[in-house]
């Protein structure tokens, strides 16, 4: 077994991206081409976390980037999850913000703050500081091998989605230095320096285009980009710093794959930037997912059956009794339908939820699902 000795480089023939085990479980990839299914698929953003005991349990005493750069570690927390619950999906332990350290800045994980830069861009002199050149299989060689053993150890249950950070999001962090309730460093480098903002989101672009490439190669079959911080912008600023990077992502993404005569649906989920919708259904993307301040049916109103839809459900409604979360799951079903959706949060779990009320949440998707989709 591979966990039986950390020597990783022994077990490297055995983990080459290919012979992956056959998938038994498609309908979240067929949900996501907008094909039919019998039920809904449902996963979670952050179904990996601290709400399992496990996870705890496993995490404990570590330092989180050097579990992130253990491809046996990111396999592990990738697969408990599975082990409780029946998602239609996982999606590999990692961070957004490995980008960032893969040109070249430092970040750390600091307890009770979060991620924090200690030396963040303060002004258009400090790109000077980042690679100019990023050489992703090198740098996020980790990544790409967690994906693969993980795509063997899951053995096709279900599909492997990988995951990277939106431009603009990792450009609030690099400037921040870390979570903010204003964002004031990063929107005034839009302000007073847009060409060297435009610079700084072309270059984490490129470098976005090279790792979700490496993941699918390495075995992801899904891939979602997170534009998590895309609610701090306006209609206007969010059409000129972070629309058109999140369109070019996709298409490259997806040229490059055609070439190649793959197909891997992509999800982009903008968090708050209701005013997007229509814009984004237009984005290359197959899968547009939606925070809980949407409404399901004006979603799908301005979506224009363009393409699917991913959420979302309160992340909170979580913290409900078993039989009030059974009714919050029928409603949303009833407001999205059953066919070209994937039922998730609307943003991540939280660590304090109980276990307990997720397999509430997996299990009233499936069996709503599937008695509506008896009744049509």
Known sequence: DIFDDLNYQ??????KPKDFPQLKNDTFLRAARGEQTQHVPVW??????????????FRAGKDFF????SPEACCELTLQPLRRFDFDASIIFSDILVVP??????????????????????????????????????????????????RHKIEGKVPLIGFTGAPWTLMSYMIEGSGSKTFSKVKSWLYRYPEVS?????????????YLLGQVAAGA????????????????????????????????????????GQDVPMIVFAKDAHYGLEDLSQSYYDVVSLDWTIDPRLAREQTGGKVS??????????YAPKERISEIVKTMLEGFGTQRYIANLGHGMYPDMDPESVAAFVEAVHKHSRQMNKQQ
């Open 221 to 260: 079959q899904a891939l979602q980009v997170f534009e998590s911080h895309a609610g701090i912008l306006g209609p206007v600023e969010f059409k000129a710093f972070c629309l058109p990077y999140l369109r070019d992502i996709a298409r490259r993404v997806k040229d490059q794959l055609k070439e190649t």
């Open 44 to 57: 979670c953003m952050r179904q990996a976390g601290r709400y399992l005991p496990e996870f705890r349990e």
């Open 198 to 210: 435009h610079m700084l989101l072309k270059r984490l672009t490129d470098v976005i285009v090279d």
């Open 10 to 15: 022994k077990y490297q023939k055995k983990l």
């Open 101 to 150: 350290q893969a040109m070249g800045m430092e970040v750390q994980m600091v307890p009770g703050k979060g991620p924090t830069f200690p030396d963040p861009l303060k002004d258009p002199e400090d790109l000077q500081r980042l690679k100019t050149k990023v050489d992703v299989q090198k740098e996020l060689d980790y990544v790409f091998k967690a994906i693969t053993l993980t």
């Open 309 to 318: 839809l991913q959420g979302n459900m309160d992340p909170c409604a979580l």
């Open 66 to 69: 050097d579990t992130c750069r």
